[in-house]
Structures are given as structure tokens and as C-alpha cells.
């Protein structure tokens, strides 16, 4: 056994118990640690990587527990040879893998999303110092020891009866319930528990709507500049595309509206620009859909960060047709991580969404919904909700001054809030260009490539985010994108 596999670094993610015992398994299942061979003493081991003997002994039994050893009395610990058997041996993970078939794959595609310029995604943001991205938020903001107790909870015994079987291609009652009676009233909507279906995110929901039902015979409406992947997934079906102006008051209804078979709409906060589709705009677009007859796909991804002024009515809760097919998330108001949405339409729409549901990933994780359903009906989402909207509120004062400042005219700030701001730099300047330059100060920003999908598009918008970026650095980062924009401007004059 080689000195090398007693050296333990010591890291952040976990106890020094739960980090020997990584260690172990590591040496273990790597044959490090032969089987069937004596593993070091417990004193040893401890003098050896300098901590406590208790330690090393509890990690030792809780590997006799679990198979990985066995305790032999007046001797040690041994390796248990049955926890190795099956696997194979010989294997140099750290080989490459030469390709054996030099194959066309290409030309078995029928799509290829990899081709299209996409969202940049800045993995090292949290290592920037003014990340200005969106949909990224400020983790020591979460309450996460309330989310930890629950997630307790549902690992209890009697809860775990309800959530640990095959439930085939329903989801959990409890999260249903709190969906129905917690979130959606909020919007002005109600519905049935049978109207509601939970995603993977919006995103997901996106994609079974399309897949179910958008076909290459259909035309369908999109907001530009607007949600780059909205156009990805719709074009996917072979959908022909229509471009939907807008302006201070959301997408713009008119003829251009004709002709459509589905009209997609962010009326919360337009993603990019964040403007807010008006209660007469939005009644004007219902009526345009009884006209057409075309149907409405609601993305109201960002529902709870209307805090300038009063709320406005979700779409579907003024439909009186059902023309409304409607996607809420709880990814971005609680974390992205947890992948969360779902979609509330017609009864016999949500029996067919969820048997195509059940052909793409059978059921989402029923322990994952119960721990959503406890955070919500204990009051949990409730108060992170109101504490993030004060801290929002905060940061989003703070950017429309170091605006008003800094780039005068620039930006309009939002009517009903939203996480971001839309920013117009000069026409010379191209805001890929400047996201380039900015990089090299800590600076993260997102060109407006990423939104506009139609030929002649401006270059020179560009989107900011603020949830992830500290009250006190906001100033800072305002002041070194307008410099940037000015050495732009000047280079391009």
C-alpha cells in the first residue's frame, strides 16, 4: 500500500470523518487497498493524516457497517473481498480511448442544436468580482438550514412510504396541492389538481408542449429580442418562425399576430429587456386569439420580483377560452439547481403531457417534490421570497443610479422590476466586442447575440443582472463598463 493514498486534504464539502471515509472507499474500489489485505490501525492511520483516533475508528466502523471491511478480533480491519468482486480489473481510467470506428455521425442527425450560437455561460462567475449574469443568484441569501429540515422530513420513514415507490407517471399530491393553493393564487388563477402537471423547469415544459403538439405545418410567434432557446425548440419541430416586436408596453399586438398557430409570450419581464406585457395589452392579445385562433404559451418564469408596483394578473387567469397554456418555475425564485416547474392547462392537454412525460424520464423525483411541497407549506418560500424581494429591491436601486450616473439614457428601468436591466450602448459599439474587453476586469455582461434571432439585428444592447452581485460592487462594475463603452467608442470614431 503506497504512502501516497494516507494524504488527506482537507476541504470545505464535509467532515474530517466524512472525508476519510471518501479516502477509503477511493482506495478501495481503485485497489489501492487490496482485498482481503489489513487496512493500517486505527491509531497509525490517525498519526499518519494527524487526526483523532475517535475519528479514524468511527469511519472503520462505519466501512464494517456498510461492507467495505470487516473487523477480525485481536487483528484489524480487513479488506471484505466480496465488495470487489465484481468488478473488472486492469482499467486505466486515465487512458485515452482511441476511436475504434471512424463513423459519420453527422449524417444520422435530424437536428443539430450545436450549430446555433448560444447563451454564453460563464462557468468562473463566482470567481468574477461583478457578475452581471442572469439567472444565477446570491447563495448566502438562501435559507438553507429551513430547506435542510425539510429535506430531513421527507427522508422520515412514514414519508418516505409515500415517495420512495415507483409512482409511474404521477406526482406528488402533496406538492400538487401547494402548487394549486399557494402559488397560483398568487396569479389570479385557479385550477384543478388534474390541470397541473410539474416539470423539470419551464425549460422542460417548453419542450413537451413542442413536442406534443408544434409541427412543421405550424407558424409560431416570438418575442425579439427574446428567449434564445424558445426559438431553438420551436424551429427543432420544423415550425416556421414570426418575429414579435416590442415596446414600453410588452409584445406588440397587431396584424403581424395573424397567420399564427402559437404565440409565445414572457408578459411577467420580457427576457431580455424585463418590460412587463400591460393589462390592456394583455387583454388585447387574448382578444387576438379568439380572432386568430391561436393559442398562448405563458412563460412566467420570473412571477415573484414584481416589487415596484402592484402585481399584474398572470394570462391565464384572464382567459375565459382556455387559449392559455401556462409554465410557472421554481427554479429561479428558490435555486437553479432544483429544476423545478410546471405547467397548468386543460385537463385532457395535461393527460397527454404527462404520458409524454412518462416517455422521456417516467416521473420527476418524488423525494425532490415532497421536500418542495414542505418548504412551501411551512411557510419557508413565503418568507425567502419576501426577504429576497427587499434585498432585490436593494440591489435594483442601486443599478438604475449607477446607471442614471455612469450611462446616462442608456436604460429605461423596469416598470415592475425583474432581475435585470436592458442596456443600449452607442451604435459603433458592439456589445460582444465589449463583453471581450470587460472580461479582462472582472466584468461579465451578456451581448445581445444571444436574444435577437432575425437577420439585421442590432449589435449594440447588452443584458445585466444583478442577483448575484453584492450591494457594495455594483457602483464599481457600472463605472468600468461605461469606461469600456467609451474606449469602444472612441477606437470605433
Given at each position: 500500500?503506497?504512502?501516497?493514498?494516507?494524504?488527506?486534504?482537507?476541504?470545505?464539502?464535509?467532515?474530517?470523518?466524512?472525508?476519510?471515509?471518501?479516502?477509503?472507499?477511493?482506495?478501495?474500489?481503485?485497489?489501492?487497498?487490496?482485498?482481503?489485505?489489513?487496512?493500517?490501525?486505527?491509531?497509525?492511520?490517525?498519526?499518519?493524516?494527524?487526526?483523532?483516533?475517535?475519528?479514524?475508528?468511527?469511519?472503520?466502523?462505519?466501512?464494517?457497517?456498510?461492507?467495505?471491511?470487516?473487523?477480525?478480533?485481536?487483528?484489524?480491519?480487513?479488506?471484505?473481498?466480496?465488495?470487489?468482486?465484481?468488478r473488472l480489473s486492469g482499467l486505466d481510467e486515465e487512458a485515452e480511448t482511441e476511436e475504434k470506428v471512424n463513423y459519420d455521425w453527422e449524417s444520422r442527425l435530424n437536428f443539430k442544436p450545436g450549430r446555433r450560437k448560444h447563451k454564453k455561460h460563464f462557468k468562473d462567475w463566482r470567481e468574477q468580482p461583478y457578475p452581471f449574469v442572469a439567472g444565477q443568484m446570491d447563495y448566502t441569501l438562501f435559507p438553507l438550514a429551513s430547506w435542510r429540515e425539510c429535506s430531513r422530513q421527507a427522508m422520515g420513514r412514514k414519508i418516505m412510504e409515500d415517495v420512495s415507490f415507483d409512482a409511474y407517471d404521477e406526482d406528488d399530491p402533496e406538492l400538487l396541492d401547494q402548487i394549486r393553493t399557494r402559488l397560483l393564487p398568487r396569479r389570479g388563477i385557479n385550477a384543478k389538481s388534474s390541470q397541473i402537471l410539474v416539470t423539470m423547469g419551464v425549460q422542460n415544459a417548453l419542450y413537451l408542449i413542442g413536442a406534443l403538439m408544434i409541427s412543421e405545418k405550424d407558424t409560431v410567434g416570438l418575442e425579439e429580442p427574446g428567449y434564445q432557446d424558445s426559438y431553438m425548440l420551436c424551429t427543432k419541430s420544423g415550425a416556421k418562425i414570426k418575429s414579435l416586436p416590442l415596446d414600453e408596453n410588452g409584445v406588440i399586438v397587431d396584424e403581424k399576430l395573424n397567420g399564427c398557430d402559437y404565440v409565445y409570450v414572457t408578459p411577467s419581464h420580457n427576457s431580455p429587456t424585463t418590460v412587463t406585457l400591460s393589462m390592456a395589452r394583455r387583454k388585447a392579445l387574448l382578444?387576438?386569439?379568439?380572432?386568430?385562433?391561436?393559442?398562448?404559451?405563458?412563460?412566467?418564469?420570473?412571477?415573484?420580483?414584481?416589487?415596484?408596483?402592484?402585481?399584474?394578473?398572470?394570462?391565464?387567469?384572464?382567459?375565459?377560452?382556455?387559449?392559455?397554456?401556462?409554465?410557472?418555475?421554481?427554479?429561479?425564485?428558490?435555486?437553479?439547481?432544483?429544476?423545478?416547474?410546471y405547467i397548468v392547462a386543460p385537463e385532457p392537454l395535461i393527460r397527454e403531457l404527462r404520458a409524454l412525460r412518462r416517455l422521456m424520464y417516467r416521473h420527476p423525483p418524488s423525494n425532490n417534490q415532497r421536500t418542495a411541497a414542505l418548504f412551501l407549506g411551512q411557510g419557508h418560500y413565503d418568507s425567502f421570497i419576501a426577504r429576497l424581494k427587499r434585498i432585490y429591491k436593494e440591489r435594483w436601486e442601486i443599478m438604475r443610479e449607477a446607471l442614471d450616473r455612469y450611462l446616462p439614457g442608456a436604460s429605461?428601468?423596469?416598470?415592475?422590476?425583474?432581475?435585470?436591466?436592458?442596456?443600449?450602448?452607442?451604435?459603433?459599439?458592439?456589445?460582444?466586442?465589449?463583453?471581450?474587453?470587460?472580461?479582462?476586469?472582472?466584468?461579465?455582461?451578456?451581448?445581445?447575440?444571444?436574444?435577437?434571432?432575425?437577420?439585421?439585428?442590432?449589435?449594440?444592447?447588452?443584458?445585466?443582472?444583478?442577483?448575484?452581485?453584492?450591494?457594495?460592487?455594483?457602483?464599481?462594475?457600472?463605472?468600468?463598463?461605461?469606461?469600456?463603452i467609451k474606449k469602444l467608442s472612441e477606437k470605433q470614431g
Open positions: 500500500m503506497r504512502e501516497a493514498i494516507f494524504h488527506l486534504e482537507r476541504t470545505e464539502g464535509g467532515s474530517i470523518q466524512t472525508q476519510l471515509r471518501h479516502m477509503l472507499v477511493d482506495a478501495i474500489l481503485s485497489g489501492q487497498l487490496e482485498a482481503g489485505k489489513a487496512v493500517p490501525s486505527c491509531r497509525k492511520l490517525a498519526q499518519q493524516l494527524k487526526v483523532s483516533r475517535n475519528t479514524v475508528v468511527m469511519a472503520y466502523q462505519g466501512l464494517v457497517d456498510d461492507g467495505f471491511l470487516v473487523a477480525r478480533e485481536r487483528s484489524g480491519y480487513y479488506v471484505d473481498p466480496d465488495i470487489t468482486v465484481d382578444e387576438k386569439a379568439s380572432q386568430e385562433d391561436f393559442l398562448i404559451l405563458e412563460d412566467d418564469y420570473e412571477p415573484e420580483t414584481n416589487f415596484i408596483g402592484n402585481p399584474t394578473p398572470a394570462l391565464k387567469s384572464l382567459d375565459k377560452e382556455g387559449r392559455v397554456i401556462y409554465m410557472g418555475s421554481l427554479s429561479k425564485s428558490v435555486f437553479p439547481a432544483l429544476r423545478m416547474g429605461v428601468a423596469p416598470t415592475f422590476g425583474g432581475t435585470c436591466f436592458w442596456v443600449k450602448a452607442p451604435e459603433a459599439v458592439d456589445s460582444s466586442d465589449l463583453a471581450e474587453s470587460l472580461r479582462d476586469d472582472g466584468v461579465l455582461i451578456e451581448p445581445c447575440e444571444d436574444f435577437f434571432f432575425s437577420e439585421g439585428a442590432p449589435s449594440n444592447y447588452f443584458r445585466l443582472g444583478y442577483t448575484s452581485v453584492p450591494n457594495e460592487k455594483i457602483d464599481a462594475g457600472i463605472e468600468l463598463i461605461a469606461k469600456h
